[in-house]
Nanobody, 127 residues
Framework: VQLQASGGGLVQAGGSLRLSCAAS?????????MGWFRQAPGKEREFVAA????????NYADSVKGRFTISRDNAKNTVYLQMNSLKPEDTAVYYC????????????????????WGQGTQVTVSS
């Protein structure tokens, strides 16, 4: 499967951005999970949000709860991350990943659960 992330940019603190992750190459089963992770300079890649392809399950990192919303459009094979009330600490390269194997949902906050990754899109939030 190929993942193409887009939508990053430079925004002032308090602003909003919407990231997109377009998937191609296969039809997704309902148990597939799509996730967003981010990596700031000098830091490990960290979990941001995830959603099942069925849409019945979503999860967020505590640091983004109430500010970010993950959603998907099955017809377009696309997952979105709406980011509101952005803070300078949200600055990072954002990656979308696809967990294609049936795994416990508890693993979906971890990088090792994801089989394919997009190329990343830079989000910079100025103070």
């Amino acid at each position: 499967v190929q993942l193409q992330a887009s939508g990053g940019g430079l925004v002032q603190a308090g602003g909003s951005l919407r990231l997109s992750c377009a998937a191609s190459g296969r039809t997704f089963s309902n148990y597939v999970v799509m996730g967003w992770f981010r990596q700031a300079p000098g830091k490990e890649r960290e979990f941001v949000a995830a959603i099942s392809w069925s849409g019945g399950w979503v999860n967020y990192a505590d640091s983004v709860k109430g500010r970010f919303t993950i959603s998907r459009d099955n017809a377009k094979n696309t997952v979105y991350l709406q980011m509101n009330s952005l803070k300078p600490e949200d600055t990072a390269v954002y990656y979308c990943g696809a967990a294609l194997q049936r795994r416990p949902i508890s693993q979906m906050n971890f990088r090792h659960a994801y089989d394919s990754w997009g190329q990343g899109t830079q989000v910079t939030v100025s103070s």
